[in-house]
């Protein structure tokens, strides 16, 4: 089977990251620390980031990753007691951890983009994770622009009766599969099948500046979509396609911020999950998301995420409205 160690250690890395996020939301109520883009951080994602890249950095020292979170901050004399609590976390995953340890793993996620890297969210959806509601630890390997494995872990995430906590995994040309966190008994899923049922949902965000909930709407309308939207945080929501919970994700740009381009790590892990469920994923145009430009998705705008029966009709509906 192809990219077997790879598949194999990102599990293990994030499934590790993922306990320590949820030890941190059980433990603490982390506060938020104000990123210079004014959006937040917590000592979970630092946490999380140092633990996958220590992972990654052992098994693959030649690949870089190219991870949200840098530990420029955490290094300030002034955040010593906050590094301290971070190396605390790791360290109970990864004994003696010092705090110097930390500081380098987080900064291994300074990678760049090339023929073959990681991208990494060590937290997606910093706000639902503060807020008790949904966070995906999301990681993923990209060779030549493709993402060709993804694991999500969604520690508060509950599609069924079961335990919360679900975690997903895609290998290119191999499926998508679905489990607990213990990672046991992993089932192959689908997006649902059908394009003209009553019951068919779309997610979207719950923070309404990560999208344009009011074109969202008209859209999945015209796209056949009856139901209210499920507003979820993070790429849970990829998730929720990819197991036939949803049909359609819409992300359109912000009419506050129009020019933002999306993040190759809130979307690499999910794009594979979906697509090899069966859907498809494209921007709002219809083109495919390019992951060889950097850390940004500078060449796409808005994200469209079907379970591929209703793509075309969703794009057609978003060419209508700005013709
Ligand atoms: N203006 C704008 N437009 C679109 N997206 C934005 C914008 N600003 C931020 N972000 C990114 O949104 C990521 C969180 O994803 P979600 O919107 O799915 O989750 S949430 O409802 O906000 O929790 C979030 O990822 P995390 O920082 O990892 O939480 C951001 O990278
Ligand atoms: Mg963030
Ligand atoms: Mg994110
Ligand atoms: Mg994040």
Redo the contacts with the bound molecule.
């Keep these: 089977m192809a990219y077997e160690t790879e598949k194999q250690i990102a599990i293990k890395a994030a499934l590790a990251a993922g306990q320590l996020c949820e030890r941190v939301r059980h433990e603490i109520s982390p506060e938020a620390i104000e990123k210079k ?1 004014r ?3 917590t000592i979970a ?1 630092f946490g999380s980031q140092a633990l996958i890249c220590r992972e990654l950095a052992t098994e693959f020292p030649n690949d870089p990753v190219v991870g ?1 979170e840098d530990a420029a901050e955490l290094k300030q004399p002034e955040m010593a007691e906050r590094l301290s609590q971070v190396a605390d976390y790791v360290g109970a995953i990864a004994p003696n951890t010092t705090p110097d340890q930390v500081v380098s793993w987080i900064d291994h996620g300074n990678g760049s983009v090339g023929p073959r890297y990681w991208t990494l ?9 503060l ?1 008790k ?3 995906a630890v ?1 990681l993923a390997l990209v060779e030549d622009g493709e993402v060709k494995v993804g694991v999500l872990v969604c520690p508060a995430l509950q599609l069924s009766a079961a335990q919360p906590g679900l975690m997903f995994v895609a290998v290119r040309g191999e499926g998508t599969t679905m489990s607990g966190l213990d990672g046991q008994n992993p089932q192959t899923i689908k997006v649902v099948s059908s394009e003209n049922d009553p019951n068919l949902r779309f997610v ?4 309404s ?3 344009n909930q009011a074109q969202q709407a008209e859209i999945a309308k015209a796209a056949g979509i009856t139901q209210d939207s499920l ?7 990829y998730g929720a396609v990819a197991s036939g919970e949803a049909a359609l994700y819409l ?1 359109l ?2 009419p ?2 129009p020019d ?1 381009r ?2 190759i ?2 979307h690499a892990a999910g794009t594979i999950v979906v697509e090899e469920a069966g859907g498809r994923v494209t921007d709002m145009h219809g083109k495919p998301l390019d992951f060889s430009q950097g850390a940004k998705l500078v060449d796409n705008q808005g994200v469209v995420v079907s379970n591929g029966l209703l793509h075309d009709k969703v794009i057609a509906a978003l060419q209508q409205q700005t013709s």
């Design positions: 883009d959006s937040p951080v994602d949200e969210d060590p937290i997606d959806g910093t706000k639902g994770f807020r509601d949904q966070y999301a979207e965000s719950v923070e500046g990560h999208g507003r979820m945080d993070s790429q849970a929501k992300r740009p912000s506050k911020t933002y999306e993040k790590w809130d």
